[in-house]
């Protein structure tokens, strides 16, 4: 098993910036690829990110690209998500997710955290 807690959402203004962390613990971090979803009211749960646990490869949907940043600090067992450029359309509570899998941690990954909400306005 492996506990993931998400922090760093909260309320911004378009065009603002946010960086949500995403603390592990339970098993080796660093075994682990990870991955960010968000889900917005009334929608279904949708992928943003992923990392491998190298760090090396990192994958992102075509509605962040360019926006946000996944990164990792595996002393530190933390993965983070850095947004910027942000609008109201990416108001979603965001989930931080793991795998030891790397295709499974983009799409159905194992372990997930309770989740963060942002939410983004004018």
């Known amino acids: 098993q492996v506990q993931l807690v998400e922090s760093g959402g909260g309320l911004v203004q378009a065009g603002g910036s946010l960086r949500l962390s995403c603390a592990a613990s339970?098993?080796?971090?660093?075994?682990?690829?990870m991955a960010w979803f968000r889900q917005a009211p009334g929608k279904e749960r949708e992928f943003v990110s992923a990392?491998?646990?190298?760090?090396?490869?990192?994958y992102y949907a075509d509605s962040v690209k360019g926006r946000f940043t996944i990164s990792r600090d595996n002393a530190q067992n933390t993965v983070y998500l850095q947004m910027n450029s942000l609008n109201p359309a990416d108001t979603a509570v965001y989930y931080c997710?793991?795998?030891?899998?790397?295709?499974?941690?983009?799409?159905?990954?194992?372990?997930w955290g309770q989740g963060t909400q942002v939410t983004v306005s004018s």
């Open positions: 997710a793991a795998d030891p899998a790397w295709t499974a941690t983009y799409s159905r990954p194992a372990y």
């Open positions: 339970g098993r080796t971090f660093s075994s682990y690829h």
């Open positions: 990392i491998m646990w190298t760090g090396r490869t990192t």
